[in-house]
């Protein structure tokens, strides 16, 4: 009985990595949520706003 269960272990273990990597695989979802995607859009263009101005002032 003590070599069954010495070797579940590593079936149990191959099982569990056949899961894992399944999963982590898998395709990724498609966010497609337009006001997640504008508010990024207006957090790109605020970066850039930010970094023209300090470029500007970097100058003086």
Do not use: C, N, Y
Request: glycine letters at 6%.
């Amino acid at each position: 009985m003590a070599a069954l269960a010495w070797l579940m272990i590593p079936v149990v273990a191959a099982v569990a990595a056949m899961i894992w990597a399944g999963w982590a695989a898998r395709t990724p979802r498609a966010t497609g949520d337009p006001a997640s995607l504008a508010e990024h859009q207006r957090f790109r263009a605020a970066m850039e706003r930010s970094t023209v101005a300090a470029s500007k002032g970097h100058g003086q």
